[in-house]
């Protein structure tokens, strides 16, 4: 039974629950603090969603107060509570005391009493701030989640919250593979024929949190010539724009059988509608969740593909005017108009030239070609312009959309996003997709017997065109540069030249002998960004640090002119990391190991940088001497 408490509660509390009485009930019996007082929420009404808040809100919430929540779902529903306002004051950082309002879960972690949530619960999250300190949404682990709302006796102007409420089918987030016996979330996942040929699959408990300290394994088992297509639709791990490096929580994504395989991807923080094709028939996933605070997990989707049926598909849903779902690219074709429509498939070719038509005389005038780029596994699509030779319209505001024009798509959150628009004479930087998949679309309008078209080399790469080291198969992207191997040579950022590809994350290790040092000068540093080069600022960046694992080091993000590193020891960490949103050509390193003795008069700041500013003089003068040294 729920304690009586709503006689002692005060004035506006007491106004608060008669409000809610003619739509919920107020229960009595044991509660996580037998002197609060409850209101309970079994039912929304017939409405899609209910409503719930802090006592008086929008107005300052009562001092003293000692408030449960408790929502009920049915046996086969869990519950989701959306803030659409919070504000709780915030007494102390970890919200613990003061006011706060705390979350708890059936499910989750509990005392020695009984199941289900009681005094002996434990609290699964605790929340106080603003807006920003809110998660999107809460999920409960089983039928039945309650909230805690206290304030203690100092004053604030904080409004509270208020938010909606709903009971969702639990067995819409049930993973369709076959659970491994005796595992908490293995499964295997096989193509069979007269079985549907795609699904979904889960993070543990999703949408509510992932337990602590797991680690699940997909396996995904296809027929001979066939591959399988993965699309990441949510996945939340943690917050912020972390190197994978340094995450306790991480999706490792195998090109093969077992965790021997190269690794195509590894997911970290947050990411929407990321795209992973095989280049087989077997595919491995490891989620491994080790952090003290749990996200919310991953939903994702999955295909067994014919080998063909790519490459089949997108032609089909070029003429359906829909590509995986989303709308095709640009205008449809009329027959008045010059078409060409390729699609190229890196399981048939590792490259090859791509030229307008007629080239390299004048195209057609009403020209619309499409230009589909299909890679799997590790492989990313490069772009390398050869010729560019468009007809532009005289006199006019320089502005790709009237005139003849390319335009470069890429895939960015699950949808069609336009990377770049090249028109007129100047050839374009060499492009690198961020994904599997590429898509070009060439307008030409008017054309002119001066206008040649285009000329491009496109190849499918597994290296991101990085030149120098010896790549792992253990990352994505990762490359080791050894001393004993080479004591000198350059370094770039994928693609270099060219603008560097979007949602990637490359890292560069050096290993000198035991009483070396690597020294790093950039002859060329342009990373989109602002300083300090954080996720606040949209920031891709350049980290270094003198360990595998290190959150705290410096980021280094922009266009500048010098900068010179130097590890503090004889390993380095070079992490290149960029987001969804601009780009950059990078950058370009010249590297060099050297004997402690030969760094005396080299010496970094505290932090194992030399910085940005220009070294002096003596400092450029002793350093060339070492290089002329070591080459002789």
């Given amino acids: 039974m729920w304690p009586r408490g709503i006689e002692n509660m005060k004035t506006s509390t007491v106004l608060f629950l008669l409000v809610h009485l003619s739509l919920h009930t107020v229960d009595e019996g044991h509660a996580i603090n037998p002197s609060c007082s409850c209101v309970r929420f079994t039912s929304t009404h017939g409405k899609e969603r209910g409503t719930f808040s802090s006592p008086d809100y929008p107005r300052p919430y009562p001092r003293g107060l000692c408030l449960l929540y408790t929502f009920h779902a049915e046996p086969h529903q869990i519950v989701e509570l959306v803030f659409t306002d919070f504000d709780i004051y915030k007494e102390h950082l970890d919200c613990t005391r003061g006011d706060f309002l705390k979350v708890y879960s059936e499910g989750g972690t509990h005392g020695p009493g009984p199941p289900g949530i009681n005094e002996y619960s434990a ?30 006796e100092k004053m604030s102007n904080a409004s509270g919250f208020i938010g909606t409420y709903r009971f969702i089918d639990r067995r819409n987030f049930e993973t369709d593979g076959v659970k491994v016996v005796d595992t908490l979330c293995d499964y295997v996942f096989t193509s069979q024929p007269n079985r549907p040929a795609h699904g979904r699959f889960y993070s543990p408990r999703y949408p509510s949190g992932y337990p602590s300290n797991v680690r699940c394994s997909y396996h995904f088992n296809a027929r001979k010539h066939e591959r399988i297509k993965l699309i990441f639709e949510e996945s939340y791990l943690q917050k912020g724009d972390e190197s994978c490096l340094n995450r306790a929580d991480i999706i490792k994504v195998f090109d093969g059988k077992t965790s021997t395989a190269p690794v195509i991807a590894m997911l970290c923080n947050e990411i929407v509608g990321y795209e992973i094709l095989s280049t087989g028939p077997e595919l491995l996933i490891q989620f491994t969740a080790n952090s003290n605070i749990q996200g919310q997990g991953f939903k994702a989707s999955y295909q067994f593909l014919m080998e063909d049926n790519s490459s089949a598909d997108v032609e089909n849903n070029r003429k359906t005017g829909v590509v995986d779902g989303l709308s095709a690219l640009g205008p449809a074709v ?43 596994g590790r492989e990313r699509v490069r772009i390398v312009f050869e010729d560019f030779s468009l007809q532009r319209v005289t006199g ?13 798509f890429l895939y960015v959150d699950g949808r069609l996003e336009k990377m770049a628009s090249y028109c007129g004479n100047d050839v374009p930087k060499p492009l690198m997709s961020n994904g599997p998949k590429l898509s070009i679309e060439f307008r030409g309008i008017y054309s002119s017997r001066y206008s040649r078209g285009f000329k491009i080399s496109y190849s499918f790469v597994e290296d991101y065109a990085i030149a120098t080291g010896k790549q792992l198969l253990e990352f994505p992207c990762a490359f080791v540069y050894n001393s004993t191997e080479r004591r000198r040579g350059v370094v770039t950022s994928p693609n270099h030249p060219g603008l560097y590809p979007r949602d990637t994350e490359c890292n560069y290790f050096f290993y000198g002998r035991k009483n070396e040092r690597v020294h790093l000068r950039f002859t060329h540093f342009d990373v989109e960004g602002v300083v300090p080069c954080e996720a606040v600022s949209a920031s891709d960046y350049v980290q270094f640090s003198s360990k595998m694992i290190d959150k705290g080091s410096q980021r280094h993000c922009g266009q500048l002119r010098e900068l010179q590193i130097a590890s503090e020891g004889n390993f380095l960490r070079v992490t290149f990391r960029s987001n969804d949103r601009l780009d950059g ?37 002793l350093l060339y001497f070492i290089y002329f040294l070591i080459k002789v």
């Fill in 123 to 152: 609290w699964s999250r605790i929340l106080c701030g603003n807006r920003a300190d809110a998660p999107p949404a809460i999920y409960s682990h089983g039928p039945l989640m309650v909230l805690e709302l206290q304030s203690g």
């Fill in 396 to 408: 006019s505001i320089i502005d790709c959309e009237s005139m003849d024009s390319l335009d470069v």
């Fill in 334 to 376: 009329s027959a008045a108009t010059s078409s060409c429509h390729q699609v190229f498939r890196s399981d048939k070719t590792s490259g090859g030239k791509l030229i307008s038509p007629l080239y390299p005389s004048p195209y057609p005038p009403k020209t619309q070609c499409h230009y589909d780029f299909l890679a799997s």
């Fill in 585 to 621: 050509t990078g950058f370009k390193a010249e590297y060099i190991f050297l004997k402690d003795s030969e760094m005396q008069s080299i010496k970094p700041d505290s932090s194992g940088t030399f910085g940005s500013k220009k070294t002096t003089l003596g400092r450029m003068i």
